[in-house]
Each structure stands twice: as C-alpha cells, then as structure tokens.
C-alpha cells in the first residue's frame, strides 16, 4: 500500500513528480523513489512513496525498473502467489517475494489483458521505454483511488487529489456541479472531481498515453455484467456457497509479512471477519470505539461495545477500545483536509483515530467489513424501500393523517434525541414516491425543492444534471429483482463514491492500510447471484450473510439490532460545534461567495435546534463543505464567484 504519483510530457515534470510525491509522504513513510525517462517530445517521470506490507526488502522499492518496463504501484493483489506460481513455470524468474514484481511480470507477458486476472485493490502507472506509452489502471471496484489532469499531449496523475492540487500551483478551478452533488449525497460521486479539470480513473478500467499525443481507453470489468450474470446464474437455480467464498476471501486478505489487526465494531460483518480471521491468526488483535456516556445517551445510540468484548473473547483476540471523545473543533479541518473532497460522513473520524491507534501499536494493516451492507441489502433504506412499496396500497387519507402526525413529533429534547422518530420522518419523506425517486431520497440529504432552495438559483440547471445523473445509473441494468437494482446502484455509487473514499483516505492519513474482504471480485460475482429474497426476509435484511455467519458466530451477535459505525452528531451539534455552525451560516464563505443561501442555512439551524427536524448530518457536511472550500479558494489567486 502506497502513494503513487507521476508526469508524462509535462512542463517541469521532475519539479512537479517530486512536489506530487511529498505531498504523498504520510501514504508511505517506508521509502520514496523516483524514475525518469524520454518519452515522445518529453519525458516521463514517476513517483512513489512506499509502505511496506510485502517483501520488506529492497527487491520491493518502487518504482521497480526490470528490462524495460518501470511500475509505480499502490495496492494488494491476493492471487499473487498463483500468478508467480504460472508466471514461473512460464520461464519467469523473480528477484524477490513482492506481489509488485509479480504484477511487472504479468503486464509484460499479458498486457492490460493480465487486468482481469487480478484479484485485489489496485491503481498504477507502468511505463514501457520501448514504446514511450504509460499506462494507467484502477481496480475492478474502485478501492484504490486514482486521479488525474490532462493539458495536451501532458498528463499528471497522483493518488490524491490534494498532490494534483499542489503540483499545479492552486490553479485548478472548483466544480461548482460536483459541490453541489456533494450537498445532494454529502459526498462527490466517483463520477465526478471537485476541480474541473481533474478526474477520476473509473473503476475497472484503463488509460494509454501515447508519445504521438493519443489518449486511449477501455473498460476490463463492468459492475453492471457482473450483476446481469449473477441474475442469470440465480435463474438457472445455482446457489452460491456464501461462507465458503467470505472464509476464503477473508484468509487471502491476511497475505501479509507484517501485522494484520481488524476493525471490530460487534456487528455483523465485522464479527465475521474477525472470527475468521482469528481461526486463522490466533490472538489477532481488534479496535473498536466506545463514545462518551453523555454523547452515547444522548443520542441513544445502542452499546455496542459489549458485542465487541463478547465477540473477542470468544475468538481469543486482542481487543483495543477506543473512547470517540475527539476535540472536534481541532479534528474537522484536519479530517476535511485529509478527505480530499468534501466528505461529511463523521465515520472517517472513526475510521482515522481507529488507524492511528493500530499504527501507534505497530499494526500497518487492518480489515474492515466494508461492504457487506451494499452488497447483501444490509441498510435500513433497503428494507424501508421494500416496506414503502406496502405502504403505498394504504388508502391515501390514512398515510396524510399519519404523516401530519408524525411531522409534528419532535426528535429531540433538550436531554435526549428520539431515534424511531428521526426514522418515520425519513421514511415517511420517500414511501410515497416512485422507485428510482424514493431510493434516491432515502440515503441522499434533500428532495429537489429543499436543494433548490439551498443554492444559488443559476445552479437550479446544475441540480437538474445531478439528480438525472442518479436516475441514469441506477436504472442502467437488466435486472428484474428490486433488491438487486439497489444493491447495484449502492455498489456503482455509494460504495465507491463514499465508503470506500474515506476509508482509503482516512486510514491513509494514518499510514496505515485497510483490507476489504466483502469488496472482492469473488464475494461481488457471488452476492450478485443471491435472489433479493434471500437477501431481505421478513425484516431481515443480510439475511444469506446472517445464515452464513452462524457456522462460527453465536445468534447473538448475528441477529442483534444493526448497529452504527457514526458518530454522535447531535450531541456534538448542541455543544461542541454550535458556535461554528453560527459563524458559517452568519459570515461563511459559502454564503459570502454566493454559493449557498443564508435563509435556507439559518432555517436549517432553527428547526433543528427546535428539536423539530434532525438536520445534524446535514449541518455536519455544511462545515465539511465550508473548510474544503476556503481551502480550496484561498491564496490560489482565483475568485470565489459563482460559476456553475
């Protein structure tokens, strides 16, 4: 796991390679280098940072140069033991144990046809002195990010956005659509970049630069195939082994010659991990989060600490707890920096301090059950999207008088919050609208009217694009399952565009690498060949991972209430961060620059602090949103006006 970073034919290439690659240092404080070479009319320089997980010798430093082909690399590949196995009986002879020279190899022999035979997380740039061409690639889920920026015939590419952003001297300019996107989701789809003209390498596919100025590119994984296949699969009654393909994944992501550690919040997925992981590694050790009394109660959010101490004695493991009780004043510009992109999911705090604790410890890799909720209907918006499509057989009076009552129930005192509550409102704002609608609104932070009313009127074009762009993805399939069709759009979209993004960027600000077994090409083609019936019944939603789960783990812990990998916002809301909040709807650069409006943000404000409307997530982002835009404006000589 590593920053990559590089240049092809682009002024000062060399100055820009290395400013690109110190900005990269925490992703691998283990080692730097860089390479250089002619390329067309100009050259071509990579760079890289390295954190050691493989082969921590020198035979590993990147980027590796082998007779004609030089690799900067950020990633895992879990099948490289079988790679080197054919690739040696083919006549290969490797110097040292890294899966990155395994990966060299493939590329000579195969091409980017070696693309989908990798099994693993992955983003690279592979340079061949014979040709001149560089050559970029992005795993088959999205887990490794990848930007880039192209001037002419010029490209410049880097792990983070904030390296593109200082290599080209705060010129970028902000996309007005992709912040306005961000309000939508509180995060920027993967779809899209925060400056113009950067972009993100899709996931599953590659680009070729070649020395004449041609750019090509192609796909060599499509999610929506995969989904198309498994129904097909489902259809001919093939039932896939579920446990069988979560152990082996999991036992792969273990590959390791460093410590691995996992994330063990007393959940489902990752009890289940852990569990599996410790048959394997006994005495493996785990990190979990508690949070302050008052917070907890306040948000009456439910203990799951005591599933995670019931969970790691069971199973023999080293469990660390962590208490949540950050100065959050200090943390957020910190956090907002390190997301690259306004993010204003509170769980990239967790996932940084749990990251930095581990690290502190000596423990560089960690494994998370990212992923499992997408891929097996694990989220409340699931199982609510189905109940919606029941409640809407309910004679129409009967829902309006039960939504007036429900709308004026507070969701908080001045004591404690009300969470059955909060639900029914968020429910009742989508069980009457038609699928790709209510699905969208059901994780999503405004319906059209209260985003409109947010920004500034000349973005009401941009607001259009954004919510069509949602309806253009979620109804591309050929699926005829509803379950499914969310669970795609969740693994197209929420997957890549959120949980992924700040669980690389969080746990890399930290040094430290984080594994995700449920987002592996094996355990997606498998998810995907469950009926949603399986997924979802009665009430039960994972309900094929739960009955996976019980070969190890006891029904109390897989049948337990879901639990919440968040943070306590409401109560950091009202106490913590109420000053702050103030300041940015009062003098806030969002407001100031015309961006946002400033009666929509004090209503926000009011209502909330009323205890009439849970607007803490949203008020949350806005603060997320404020910094990353000061950050992304100030001292850049470019002007904060409204450009959509």
């Not at 550690?261 to 048959?279: E, K, M, N, Q, V």
């Not at 493996?284 to 004695?313: H, N």
């Not at 998810?527 to 939603?541: E, L, M, S, T, Y």
Request: glycine share 8%; with cysteine.
């Amino acid at each position: 796991m590593c920053g990559i970073a590089g240049t092809y034919q682009w002024p000062d290439g060399k100055i820009v390679t290395d400013r690109l690659t110190d900005t990269l240092a925490h992703r691998g404080p283990d080692g730097a280098g860089r390479y250089s070479h002619p390329a067309g009319h100009g050259e071509v320089h990579l760079g890289h940072r390295r954190l050691a997980i493989i082969d921590l010798s020198e035979t590993g430093a990147q980027p590796m140069v082998s007779d004609g082909l030089a690799l900067t690399y950020n990633g895992e590949l879990y099948n490289a033991p079988e790679l080197r196995a054919e690739l040696a009986a083919a006549g290969v002879r490797f110097r040292g144990t890294s899966d990155t020279e395994v990966l060299l190899e493939a590329w000579r022999r195969w091409g980017t046809d070696c693309l989908p035979r990798l099994r693993g997380m992955f983003a690279f740039g592979i340079f061949d002195e014979r040709t001149g061409e560089l050559v970029l690639a992005r795993d088959q889920l999205g887990i490794k990010p990848l930007f880039l920026l192209r001037r002419g015939a010029g490209l410049v590419f880097a792990s983070e956005l904030k390296a593109l952003a200082a290599a080209t001297g705060g010129s970028l300019e902000v996309d007005h659509a992709a912040l306005v996107a961000s309000l939508l989701y509180y995060w920027v789809p993967d779809s899209r970049c925060a400056f113009r003209e950067a972009e993100k390498l899709p996931p599953g596919s590659w680009l070729r630069c070649r020395p004449d100025g041609r750019v090509e590119r192609g796909r060599f994984w499509n999610l929506k195939d995969v989904a198309t296949e498994g129904q097909e699969r489902a259809r001919s009654g093939e039932r896939p082994d579920i446990a069988a393909v979560v152990e082996e994944s999991t036992r792969r992501h273990l590959l390791s010659d460093v410590p691995v550690a996992t994330f063990l919040s007393g959940g489902l997925d990752s009890s289940y991990l852990t569990a599996l992981a410790a048959r394997d590694r006994p005495g493996i050790s785990a990190y979990t989060i508690g949070f302050r009394a008052e917070d907890a109660k306040f948000e009456a959010m439910p203990d799951d600490l005591r599933y995670a101490r019931q969970v790691a004695e069971r199973f023999g493991v080293d469990l660390h707890e962590i208490e949540i009780a950050p100065n959050v004043l200090d943390l957020l510009p910190q956090m907002t920096y390190h997301l690259d992109e306004p993010i204003g999911d509170p769980a990239a705090i967790n996932t940084y301090l749990i990251c930095e604790a581990a690290r502190e410890a000596g423990v560089k890799v960690m494994l998370s059950g990212m992923g499992a909720d997408e891929l097996f209907a694990g989220y409340r918006k699931h199982l609510a999207n189905l109940i919606a499509l029941r409640y809407q057989r309910v004679p129409r009076p009967l829902r309006r008088g039960l939504s007036r009552a429900v709308d004026r129930l507070p969701v908080a005192t001045a004591r404690r919050g009300y969470r059955s509550v909060r639900f029914a409102k968020r429910f009742l704002s989508f069980a009457d609208l038609p699928e790709e609608t209510a699905f969208r609104r059901s994780y999503t932070m405004y319906d059209q009217d209260e985003l409109l009313a947010l920004v500034n009127p000349d973005l009401a074009g941009t607001v259009d694009d954004v919510l069509t762009e949602h309806a253009d993805i979620y109804e591309d399939n050929d699926l005829d399952d509803f379950v499914n069709r969310m669970c795609l759009g969740d693994a197209r979209m929420f997957l890549p565009g959120l949980n992924l993004a700040y669980t690389d960027r969080s746990s890399m600000a930290a040094s430290t690498e984080v594994r995700v077994p449920y987002v592996d090409v094996e355990v997606v083609k498998a998810a995907f060949a469950v009926p949603g019936d399986r997924k979802i019944v009665g009430r039960q939603g994972k309900a094929v991972l739960k009955e996976a789960a019980t070969s190890i783990l006891p029904r109390e812990i897989v049948y337990r209430p879901k639990g919440l990998f968040s943070a306590p916002l409401r109560a950091w809301m009202s106490r913590d961060l109420a000053p702050l909040v103030r300041e940015v709807v009062n003098d806030g650069v969002l407001v100031t620059s015309g961006l946002l409006r400033r009666d929509a943000l004090a209503r926000m404000v009011a209502e909330d602090a009323a205890g009439q409307r849970d607007f803490s997530k949203h008020l949350w982002h806005v603060l997320t949103l404020e910094y990353w835009y000061r950050d992304a404006t100030s001292g850049s000589g470019q002007s904060t006006r409204l450009t959509a």
